[in-house]
Each structure stands twice: as C-alpha cells, then as structure tokens.
C-alpha cells in the first residue's frame, strides 16, 4: 500500500542535534531532497487541521489603530503613542491579546504533533523547541494558513511599525526572516550578549497567562554607556529594537518561555549604517509593502 505524504515525511529519518550544530553538509542535503515530500505533506496535513489564524489574536489597541493608519497614514501617532521607551532605542508593547494568545499557541501546538520535520534555529546555537518560520528557510513551518498569518504580521504591522520607530530602516526592510524559539530550564537555557543581523528585530513573547516562568530576562546593553538592564516582558507583549542594540537571553530558571524572533532586512542582508542619518519620511510611504521579490538569502 502506498504511504501519503504526510506518512512519508513522519517516518523519514532526521539528521542528528550534532549534525545540525556542526553544519554538517548532510544537513542541507537533506532539507533540499525533502522539499517537495514536506510540502506536499503539509497541504495533506492542513485538510485535517482547519483552525483559524487571523489578526483577531492582535491587541484590539494596536489593531485598530494599525487598520486606521492603514486607511489614513496621517493617523499614524495613534501606533506610535502604544510603543514605550523602555531603554535606549528599545520599545515595549501589548501585541498579542493575552485572553486570545491561546489560539495561536494551539495551532503551533498541533504543527508540533504534526510529526512533519522543522529545522530548528541553529544560529548562534541549536534551539529544540524552535523552528523556522520565513519561507526562505529551509525545513521551515510551510502550512499555507501560518504563512497567510505571517505575510500579515510582517507586512501589515512590522514593517510599517518599524518604519515610524526608525526611520533609518525604510530601504534596508523589504527582507523579512523569522523563527519560534523556546527556552525550558531543563534543556535550552540561555543565549550569550549578541547583536543581529537585522535593521530592527521583533521579539513577541508567545506565552499563555497561566505559564508562569523564572528568569529569562532580556539583556540590553548601551554601546555609549555600557548600561546593562534587565527587561521582563509578561504574554503577548513586544520589545522592537535596531538588530545592533547588543543584547542576550538571561537563563530560565522555572517554566518555559515561548517566542516569536522577527526580522526585516534589506536585499542580501543589507543594514543601515548605525550612524546613518535618519530621513524625514511622508507618513504615505511608511504604510506601503514593497515589491521587491525575496532574495532567497537566509542569515542562518
């Protein structure tokens, strides 16, 4: 009897934690010969899996004035007055409705169980309970409704968010990249101070109300002051900042913490200059999406 696809890809065998670490070449090998298998075993996987995934799960603050800004950029403030400065060139805000979070964690549960193989982040180091969420990745979370949710997210609110907070990223934003990380006190604890290759990075924290977790802090550091503070952020809320601003996971100590890590970049991973001069921008062309097609190029 023939296996489908989606039977086919839960029982191909994966490559070791030690192999993805070393960058071994088999790695990559193995996502490119399985493309096709994947995709065609998430479709298969989706006509089984029919949960909702739209912007209802957004802040009704922030969505409703995104959506006004959207229709009159002149009304764009109305975005900018939800951000707070909470350290040098870092902002904070309610992004996820924390009573409607449990959506969108449910359905990454479900692709979790899915048994279909995700590559993990193994960028500055392997991440298990992570995966990888930009088309451009390899291995990464291909179910059409999630990437719906995700062209949405990027389009609709981060780029053109990013833009009012920084004005120097407009040009270095057509890129976008993003992965799921998961930090568990008794398996992936912590990541050292670094800063990313990214125009302005979007770190969403993904948990539900009642998971409580210890620790976990994030770290930023001010190159001018060498100011070190330590940023807790409660469910559903964001901290948006220049991938330059050096920063590091502080260790879980209790619980677990679950993240969405977003970023926007120009063609081929171009970022601008920390010096650069930060132009004075019509609201109009703030609220736009760029055409520019993907330039394929994955940072890790």
Do not use: C
């Not at 739209?54 to 004035?65: E, G, K, P, Q, Y």
């Not at 969420?133 to 990437?147: C, K, M, N, W």
């Not at 601008?272 to 109009?284: E, G, M, N, Y």
């Amino acid at each position: 009897m023939t296996q489908s696809a989606l039977e086919r890809a839960r029982a191909v065998e994966r490559p070791t934690r030690e192999a993805m670490l070393q960058r071994a070449p088999q790695v990559a090998q193995f996502w490119n010969d399985n493309q096709e298998l994947f995709k065609h075993a998430w479709k298969e996987w989706e006509q089984a899996n029919q949960t909702a995934l739209d912007a209802s799960v957004h802040d009704d603050r922030l969505r409703a004035a995104v959506e006004g800004a959207w229709k009159d950029p002149a009304t764009e403030g109305e975005v900018k007055k939800l951000w707070e400065e909470v350290f040098p060139g870092v902002y904070k805000t309610q992004f996820f409705d924390p009573e409607r979070l449990f959506v969108l964690r449910s359905y990454l549960d479900s692709v979790a169980d899915a048994g279909i193989p995700l590559r993990p982040p193994y960028g500055i180091s392997l991440n298990r309970g992570g995966a990888m969420l930009d088309p451009r990745s390899e291995g990464h979370l291909g179910a059409s409704a999630f990437q719906t949710f995700y062209r949405d997210l990027m389009n609709t609110y981060m780029r053109p968010i990013s833009r009012l907070l920084f004005p120097d990223v407009i040009g270095y934003d057509t890129q976008t990249f993003g992965f799921s990380i998961q930090w568990q006190a008794d398996k992936d604890t912590s990541l050292r101070p670094h800063s990313d290759a990214s125009s302005v990075t979007l770190n969403i924290n993904l948990n539900l109300p009642d998971e409580a977790f210890s620790g976990s802090a994030v770290s930023f550091i001010d190159p001018a002051s060498r100011r070190v503070e330590k940023l807790h952020f409660e469910p559903g809320t964001a901290l948006i900042h220049h991938g330059s601003v050096p920063h590091a996971s502080e260790p879980i100590t209790e619980g677990q913490r679950s993240n969405f890590v977003l970023w926007l970049y120009g063609q081929n991973g171009q970022i601008p200059h920390p010096s650069a001069f930060a132009p004075t921008i019509d609201p109009r062309a703030r609220w736009t999406v760029p055409t520019d097609p993907s330039d394929g190029f994955a940072p890790f």
